[in-house]
């Protein structure tokens, strides 16, 4: 419930300067009451000192680790289509994004199969104070695995689910960063699709804006501790981004995702994509859409169940405040 205590407190001094009408002297004095309760009162609910837990306010800038400057358009209309590409390239931005990344992954194992990973992977910031954002990021896959070889089934279902939490600084302009854990949990619904190991680490991103330039990486590295399956988890993910920004929302892109397994043989151990795509920031009525299309080829891959190659198409709602 709003808490309203101005309207209370001219409701009721003017309750008593009608009572006391017949009185000037009176009268004057409830007047003088009347002004000096409604400032108290307005001075009690703008006061800074008390500010709760809750969502990033809308009031600050979507960018830069999570706050920042104002821009110029929000107060003409809402943010432009080239600034919402630029957020939407920020990993710690300070809005609510809801991408759904497809990924296919082409000639998978001797059977040369196709798997298909639907991340559905929301992003939402917290503002913890004014100078702190905690912004929550958390992958939930959906995979499709074809028989890659002889004598292995096919499987369909939810992948390991993986929360990263960073915390960053608001308003940072020039070097925007975030850190904190990243973890995983075995709730695959078929062996296949995770490894059964409860897994934590580190996380780190850190990025720069430039002009029309938003260049930065990525990057975690996570420990299993717990868990009913057959091998420990020592793997590294690093993921660079370098975005050009054109006008209207159009941008390219190159944004591939590295990961190694230190626990594999050196033959299978990396995979290192190369390629690129361009994208588009579209505003369906008030609601900006981020479109993107990339292919990568894998110039490193484990050459047992490796994939050749792959596309990826990602939507993402964009939810401004």
């Known amino acids: 419930m709003k808490y309203k205590p101005i309207t209370h407190s001219l409701t009721a001094c003017a309750a008593v300067a009608a009572f006391k009408a017949t009185h000037r002297q009176n009268l004057l004095a409830a007047a003088l009451a009347c002004a000096l309760g409604a400032m108290t009162a307005h001075g009690q609910t703008d006061s800074g000192f008390y500010r709760p837990l809750t969502l990033a306010a809308a009031n600050e800038s979507a960018d830069g680790g999570g706050g920042g400057q104002a821009k110029e358009g929000e107060d003409k209309g809402g943010l432009s ?22 990924n296919f992954n082409f000639g998978i194992g001797p059977n040369h199969v196709t798997q298909w990973d639907l ?4 992003v939402i910031p917290i503002t913890l104070s004014k100078d ?34 960073f915390l960053s600084p608001a308003g940072s302009k020039k070097f925007i960063w975030g850190v904190g854990p ?7 619904t078929d062996p296949l699709l995770g490894n059964g190991m409860y897994s934590a680490g580190p996380a780190l991103v850190g990025l720069t804006m430039q002009g029309h330039w938003v260049v930065g990486a ?4 996570q420990w299993s501790y717990a868990g009913w399956g057959s091998k420990s988890v020592n793997a590294f993910l690093i993921q660079p981004f370098i975005n050009y920004n054109f ?23 990396w995979v290192v994509p190369v390629g690129g ?15 993107q299309l990339s292919a990568y080829y894998n110039a490193v891959t484990p050459k047992d169940l490796g994939a050749d190659w792959q596309l990826r198409f990602e939507f993402t709602f964009m939810f401004p405040r």
Do not use: C
């Open 119 to 122: 991340n559905f992977q929301p």
């Open 277 to 291: 795509g361009f994208g588009k920031v579209q505003k369906f009525g008030k609601l900006p859409i981020n479109l």
């Open 182 to 188: 990243t973890l995983t949990f075995p709730t695959a």
């Open 247 to 269: 006008g209207h929302g159009w941008y390219v892109v190159t944004a591939p995702i590295m990961t190694a397994d230190w626990r594999a043989s050196h033959d299978n151990m």
């Open 81 to 102: 289509e080239e600034e919402l590409a630029k957020i939407a390239q920020n990993p710690v931005a300070n809005l609510i994004s809801v991408p759904f990344q497809n």
């Open 218 to 221: 990525l990057a975690n590295n």
């Open 132 to 165: 702190w954002n905690l912004i929550t990021r958390t992958i939930l896959p959906i995979i499709n695995q074809p028989s890659p070889a002889p004598g292995i089934r096919s499987a369909f279902g939810l992948g390991d689910i993986n929360p990263t939490l």
